[in-house]
């Protein structure tokens, strides 16, 4: 395994690592080598979240036995951190509901994820790390664009001027109210940046967005869209049919949750995180996956008042999720998204043009499909191009 590349989880509000029929919990302890760190979400009933900020604040202030001003913010809480812990109950956060509403407990995710990372720098059994993975899930994931600005801000790209991080984000959610305030200056709260940009420090950045979070939820579940203020990096955002939670866990009845794992195992490994277990799936198998998925969130209405013809119908994106979430293919009746479209059009060319010029399927075609591709025929069937 590369010893140069470090690997960051983050769970979402009320989850935590023992959640492993979640993709950020499974494909941690799925992560090989001990470079390798995870954060539980605020407000879990399972693992306390140590009041990093709060401490951190009082260190600041606590006269001649604060650290001396040129010590940096790693070596701060370094100082700080091992004295709270031997108090538990002022070291670590309350489980009250409140802390999942608010999202408390986020920013000192990024405080202690600080010092971890301060630590891996430090060591003298490994080299520098010259890459960071950060994959996060709901507020866990938004953690992640806030924990790349204060890596920024922590000066580490100095120190390692080829350091490039990489977010993977299940479905980044601040919440309404939310911990992810830049209030106060970097030294004194390890607060920096906005969830709505992208720390120059980031190389690539992919997101799976959820389309159907509707309702009162939706207007709390709001999806953020960060771009990169500098305006380098890649950016990749594949929305998805389902809910928050959908794009999240990995269940085998869920081909949203199926593709959403093997996209994020694809993308660490890429950038040089090894696993044990790796959920790979082929590009023939995400085709099939993604029929099972237009199957699964669509639904047979009835149209006209004659002869109540059923017709099937995609599932749209919800009222306050549509103008956040950008699907060029929203109002297609076949493909979810254009990562869909262009893997069967490279698989399936002929069929792929005949259905772009409403040309009918030949026989030919069905009995390829039918060898390869039967979810996916199927689906063509259910939604009319194969009559």
């Given at each position: 395994?590369?010893?140069?590349?470090v690997t960051i989880y983050s769970c979402g509000t009320a989850f935590h690592r023992d959640r492993i029929d979640f993709s950020v919990p499974f494909t941690w302890r799925a992560t090989k080598g001990?470079?390798?760190?995870?954060?539980?979400?605020?407000?879990?009933?399972?693992?306390?979240?140590?009041?990093?900020?709060?401490?951190?604040?009082?260190?600041?202030?606590?006269?001649?036995?604060?650290?001396?001003?040129?010590?940096?913010?790693?070596?701060?809480?370094?100082?700080?951190?091992?004295?709270?812990?031997?108090?538990?109950?002022?070291?670590?956060?309350?489980?009250?509901?409140?802390?999942?509403?608010?999202?408390?407990?986020?920013?000192?995710?990024?405080?202690?994820?600080?010092?971890?990372?301060?630590?891996?720098?430090?060591?003298?059994?490994?080299?520098?790390?010259?890459?960071?993975?950060?994959?996060?899930?709901?507020?866990?994931?938004?953690?992640?664009?806030?924990?790349?600005?204060?890596?920024?801000?922590?000066?580490?790209?100095?120190?390692?001027?080829?350091?490039?991080?990489?977010?993977?984000?299940?479905?980044?959610?601040?919440?309404?109210?939310?911990?992810?305030?830049?209030?106060?200056?970097?030294?004194?709260?390890?607060?920096?940046?906005?969830?709505?940009?992208?720390?120059?420090?980031?190389?690539?950045?992919?997101?799976?967005?959820?389309?159907?979070?509707?309702?009162?939820?939706?207007?709390?579940?709001?999806?953020?869209?960060?771009?990169?203020?500098?305006?380098?990096?890649?950016?990749?955002?594949?929305?998805?049919?389902?809910?928050?939670?959908?794009?999240?866990?990995?269940?085998?009845?869920?081909?949203?949750?199926?593709?959403?794992?093997?996209?994020?195992?694809?993308?660490?490994?890429?950038?040089?995180?090894?696993?044990?277990?790796?959920?790979?799936?082929?590009?023939?198998?995400?085709?099939?996956?993604?029929?099972?998925?237009?199957?699964?969130?669509?639904?047979?209405?009835?149209?006209?008042?004659?002869?109540?013809?059923?017709?099937?119908?995609?599932?749209?994106?919800?009222?306050?999720?549509?103008?956040?979430?950008?699907?060029?293919?929203?109002?297609?009746?076949?493909?979810?998204?254009?990562?869909?479209?262009?893997?069967?059009?490279?698989?399936?060319?002929?069929?792929?043009?005949?259905?772009?010029?409403?040309?009918?399927?030949?026989?030919?075609?069905?009995?390829?499909?039918?060898?390869?591709?039967?979810?996916?025929?199927?689906?063509?069937?259910?939604?009319?191009?194969?009559?």
């Amino acid at each position: 395994m590369d010893p140069t590349v470090v690997t960051i989880y983050s769970c979402g509000t009320a989850f935590h690592r023992d959640r492993i029929d979640f993709s950020v919990p499974f494909t941690w302890r799925a992560t090989k080598g001990d470079r390798v760190w995870i954060n539980d979400g605020p407000g879990n009933t399972t693992h306390h979240i140590l009041k990093a900020e709060k401490i951190l604040k009082k260190v600041e202030s606590s006269g001649p036995q604060a650290p001396s001003s040129d010590q940096n913010l790693g070596q701060k809480i370094g100082n700080a951190i091992p004295n709270a812990l031997t108090n538990r109950a002022m070291s670590t956060h309350n489980t009250w509901s409140g802390k999942q509403l608010t999202g408390v407990g986020t920013q000192d995710n990024i405080i202690v994820t600080l010092q971890w990372l301060w630590m891996e720098y430090h060591r003298t059994d490994k080299p520098k790390f010259r890459t960071i993975n950060l994959v996060g899930w709901s507020r866990g994931a938004v953690t992640c664009i806030m924990l790349a600005h204060a890596i920024e801000a922590a000066g580490f790209r100095g120190l390692l001027p080829n350091l490039k991080v990489n977010i993977f984000a299940f479905d980044p959610v601040p919440g309404g109210l939310n911990d992810f305030q830049n209030n106060g200056d970097f030294q004194k709260t390890g607060r920096a940046g906005t969830v709505h940009t992208l720390s120059p420090c980031v190389n690539e950045y992919h997101a799976i967005l959820a389309e159907n979070v509707g309702g009162a939820k939706g207007l709390v579940f709001k999806c953020v869209s960060p771009n990169f203020s500098n305006g380098g990096g890649t950016k990749i955002e594949t929305p998805m049919p389902g809910g928050h939670s959908t794009v999240a866990n990995h269940d085998q009845n869920n081909p949203v949750g199926k593709i959403g794992i093997a996209l994020c195992h694809e993308f660490l490994t890429k950038h040089g995180t090894e696993l044990h277990v790796h959920k790979k799936l082929s590009e023939q198998q995400m085709i099939d996956l993604y029929a099972d998925a237009l199957l699964e969130h669509g639904e047979f209405k009835k149209k006209g008042w004659i002869n109540r013809k059923k017709v099937f119908e995609k599932s749209t994106a919800a009222k306050v999720r549509a103008p956040l979430v950008r699907n060029d293919l929203r109002t297609h009746d076949f493909f979810i998204n254009q990562h869909h479209a262009d893997l069967f059009a490279k698989h399936l060319p002929t069929v792929f043009t005949k259905m772009a010029t409403d040309t009918p399927l030949d026989q030919a075609d069905q009995n390829k499909l039918l060898s390869s591709f039967g979810r996916t025929w199927d689906a063509l069937r259910t939604t009319g191009y194969i009559q």
